[in-house]
């Protein structure tokens, strides 16, 4: 898996669909305009929203043209004894190069290429990257550069807090769903057959940088499902955000640059605010698993195969939704609100025909659980949520059989 700069090698290759159709290419040239229009916009000023952890402050560096200049900026974090680019095949596909000339101004060393799919999210793929680590001679001034999407941003994060008990971290997210949320707040971990995030740290990185260029190689559905995660910053702490997603999802999810530019910085600062008064999920940051209690039992009774991240977070705030409604906190109009956005976005894959009382028994293992009792973070009003429980297993039981029924 680690190669020096120049050589790609995939331990386990991504299936491809077919390509060459129209639709195809009339994606790809809307995905080129995109990234035209996002270049045009690379003189203006990078935006750098600041984020406090217990380790130090840090900052989020967004803009179009921060990936070019990543080494610049990393210089400026003081001596390392040499950087290892850890990334995905998709990413080292399309970014590679780009990256690797960025970075050999800070001593790039050596490129590690592993499977991000949800399922290689696990114990062994830290270890395989681990050992790679020693193989390059990464020692413990060794800086990390996690170059992918939530899973990447998850895995080399636990990672970096883990090798040699700790080496230095930079994000460069390059999905809308690390973008604006993985990538931000330090949270790394990786998953079990029991459940998901189940193995993990707090690790702050020392920087983080989003460049919107990075987008335009988005397969659509990928594109689309990190659209979800935005519309859960709008349910719940930015109501002028949510009314701008009613007005011009559509817009967004033809990846318009304007739009794009308006909704990532937003829920940056979002994030930014949340985990700096709560870096360690001790209260107030339980608001960002909005919908993710539903979400995380989807991914695990389907062993992670079946939905991509947002699209089972699209599930979880429809569920939430409901559930909120149905315990008297959420008017019926506001809880069709926030289904007709989510669905807005795009078709979400069914819900499997996994029983209701399999769904409960893994939302017992949720991190949100206190003696054995659920808990879930509602929306009261658009624009703002917080943690209720204990919540009766009947009442999720109804609110799963109806969606059930639904689909």
């Known amino acids: 898996?680690?190669?020096?700069?120049?050589?790609?090698?995939?331990?386990?290759?991504?299936?491809?669909?077919?390509?060459?159709?129209?639709?195809?290419?009339?994606?790809?040239?809307?995905?080129?305009?995109?990234?035209?229009?996002?270049?045009c916009h690379s003189s203006v000023s990078p935006q750098r929203i600041a984020i406090?952890?217990?380790?130090?402050?840090?900052?989020?560096?967004?803009?179009?043209?921060?990936?070019?200049?990543?080494?610049?900026?990393?210089?400026?974090?003081?001596?390392?004894?040499?950087?290892?680019?850890?990334?995905?095949?998709?990413?080292?596909?399309?970014?590679?190069?780009?990256?690797?000339?960025?970075?050999?101004?800070?001593?790039?060393?050596?490129?590690?290429v592993f499977d991000d799919r949800e399922e290689s999210k696990n114990t062994a793929t830290v270890e395989r990257i681990c050992r790679e680590l020693v193989r390059a001679g990464a020692d413990r001034r060794a800086l990390l550069v996690a170059a992918g999407g939530g899973v990447v941003g998850d895995v080399a994060g636990f990672v970096a807090a883990s090798y040699l008990r700790g080496v230095a971290l930079v994000h460069i997210p390059t999905t809308v769903v690390?973008?604006?949320?993985?990538?931000?707040?330090?949270?790394?971990?990786?998953?079990l057959p029991e459940g998901k995030n189940l193995?993990?740290?707090?690790?702050?990185?020392?920087?983080?940088?989003?460049?919107?260029?990075?987008?335009?190689?988005?397969?659509?559905?990928?594109?689309?499902?990190?659209?979800?995660?935005?519309i859960k910053y709008g349910v719940i702490a930015d109501e002028r955000l949510f009314v701008f997603l009613e007005n011009s999802v559509e817009t967004l999810a033809n990846r318009d640059a304007k739009a794009i530019d308006f909704v990532i910085p937003r829920c940056i600062q979002a994030k930014a605010k949340v985990v700096s008064r709560d870096e360690r999920e001790s209260g107030l940051r339980e608001i960002l698993n909005f919908g993710h209690t539903f979400a995380h039992a989807l991914e695990t009774a389907t062993a992670y195969r079946k939905y991509l991240h947002g699209e089972a977070v699209g599930w979880g705030m429809i569920a939430a939704s409901r559930l909120a409604a149905r315990m008297g906190l959420l008017t019926t109009e506001s809880a069709a609100r926030i289904e007709r956005l989510v669905r807005r976005v795009g078709?979400?894959?069914?819900?499997?025909?996994?029983?209701?009382?399999?769904l409960l028994e893994i939302m017992h293992s949720d991190k949100k659980t206190r003696g054995g009792?659920?808990?879930?973070?509602?929306?009261?009003?658009?624009?703002?949520?917080?943690?209720?429980?204990p919540i009766a297993p009947k009442l999720v039981t109804k609110v799963l059989g109806h969606l059930g029924r639904e689909t």
């Open 1 to 39: 898996m680690a190669h020096a700069p120049g050589h790609t090698r995939q331990a386990q290759p991504q299936q491809l669909g077919r390509c060459g159709s129209r639709a195809d290419r009339t994606r790809a040239a809307a995905r080129a305009k995109v990234c035209s229009a996002h270049r």
């Open 52 to 112: 406090a952890s217990e380790n130090g402050r840090y900052e989020v560096v967004y803009g179009a043209g921060v990936l070019p200049g990543a080494g610049i900026r990393i210089k400026s974090l003081g001596e390392n004894s040499g950087v290892f680019l850890l990334c995905s095949p998709r990413v080292a596909s399309h970014w590679r190069g780009k990256l690797e000339r960025a970075l050999r101004s800070v001593r790039l060393r050596s490129t590690v």
């Open 178 to 191: 690390a973008q604006v949320d993985s990538a931000i707040g330090g949270k790394t971990g990786v998953n």
């Open 199 to 230: 193995v993990g740290a707090f690790y702050s990185p020392r920087l983080v940088l989003a460049d919107p260029v990075t987008l335009s190689t988005l397969p659509d559905r990928e594109f689309r499902s990190g659209l979800y995660e935005i």
């Open 347 to 358: 078709p979400l894959p069914a819900l499997p025909a996994t029983k209701a009382s399999r």
């Open 373 to 389: 009792q659920l808990r879930f973070v509602l929306s009261g009003k658009i624009g703002s949520a917080e943690t209720f429980g």
